[in-house]
């Protein structure tokens, strides 16, 4: 759906990040708002994962209209982390915690601040079809030439991906499947395709996500929790953050999000409208969402 704008993004986003690692080397000379904060902020927004996008938008919009000058940098997990660990970074909002992002923040996790939660409905999935002839995990092995043996994944890197190679593929011996992993978009692409062909699809994905307004699928049971339990969708800021901006840090911290107010953002981004500039989208959505996003900077 998207694929053209991940390709352009990624580049971007390559770009972006030699000049943060080049370019970022000191903030004596930054400038400063009369709240004490640094003026410039830079938000990095992991590649594919939707809700991060989102909620990345949604407070560059509001940080804008604060005064600050905002850049989205869009990279995969890693570089993330290891970016806010150095303070090229400032800020992420897209950590799932206690499971899918545990690596990361282990590594990375002493020079880097929890700012906490913003929505705790959080949940690694496998999708498939709505009238698909399964209904667990478990059974997927035993119906996998009815899925043409193939499970469709997002991005290599993903702590999802990880989490299919390591627990769920093994755990419900599902070795003979093809996984194929490449992007967030293309798995999106796949799955419109299916839907349009009638045709059976079984898909990794996560909640929330617009996704399950959009197509007519459902979650597969998970019988030995392999996927983990439900989620916090954490923000991290670099390790002085209180200290460069002190005042989005106490915003952040107090920033909730719930999975209905979250899918509206989405899929009036993602789903009902076909581009890239997201702002005059997010700007609309503020209009109709006033009093919430006032408060948000309460």
């Given amino acids: ?33 009369e709240n ?13 994962w939707d809700e991060g996008i989102a ?20 990279a995969d997990p890693a570089p993330v982390y290891s970016g806010l660990s150095t303070g090229d970074y400032d800020l992420t909002l897209d950590t799932w915690l206690p499971a899918t992002h545990a690596d990361y923040v282990e ?41 043409g043996n193939t499970i469709i994944g997002i991005e290599p890197g993903a702590g999802l991906t990880r989490v299919m190679q390591d627990d769920v593929i093994p755990g419900y011996e599902l070795d003979g499947l093809d996984f194929q992993t490449s992007s967030t978009a293309a798995m999106l692409t796949e799955l419109q395709t299916a839907t349009n062909n009638g045709e059976n699809i079984v898909v990794t994905l996560w909640r929330p996500h617009w996704a399950y307004d959009a197509f007519p699928i459902r979650d597969l049971e ?47 981004m993602f789903n009902e409208n076909d581009t890239d500039d997201y702002a005059p989208i997010v700007e609309q959505w503020i209009s109709e969402n006033q009093e919430y996003v006032d408060s948000l900077t309460a």
């Fill in 222 to 268: 998970d019988p030995q929790g392999l996927l983990g339990d439900a989620e916090g969708i954490h923000s991290f800021g670099k390790a002085d953050l209180m200290e460069t901006h002190p005042t989005v840090a106490g915003w952040i911290q107090n920033f909730k999000m719930d999975s209905d107010q979250l899918y509206s953002l989405e899929n009036v």
């Fill in 55 to 74: 909620a990345s938008e949604l407070w560059k919009a509001i940080l804008t209209e604060q005064g600050y000058e905002v850049e989205l940098e869009y």
């Fill in 1 to 33: 759906m998207r694929t053209k704008k991940r390709i352009i993004t990624g580049i971007a986003a390559a770009s972006a990040a030699a000049l943060a690692l080049t370019g970022c080397s000191g903030n004596a000379e930054a400038e400063t708002l």
């Fill in 107 to 147: 590594e990375y996790g002493d020079n880097m601040v929890d700012l906490g939660a913003w929505n705790d409905e959080a949940s690694l999935t496998v999708a498939v079809n709505e009238d698909s002839p399964i209904t667990s995990i478990d059974e997927l092995a035993g119906a996998a030439d009815q899925f």
């Fill in 36 to 48: 004490g904060d640094q003026k410039d902020i830079t938000i990095a927004v992991f590649n594919g």
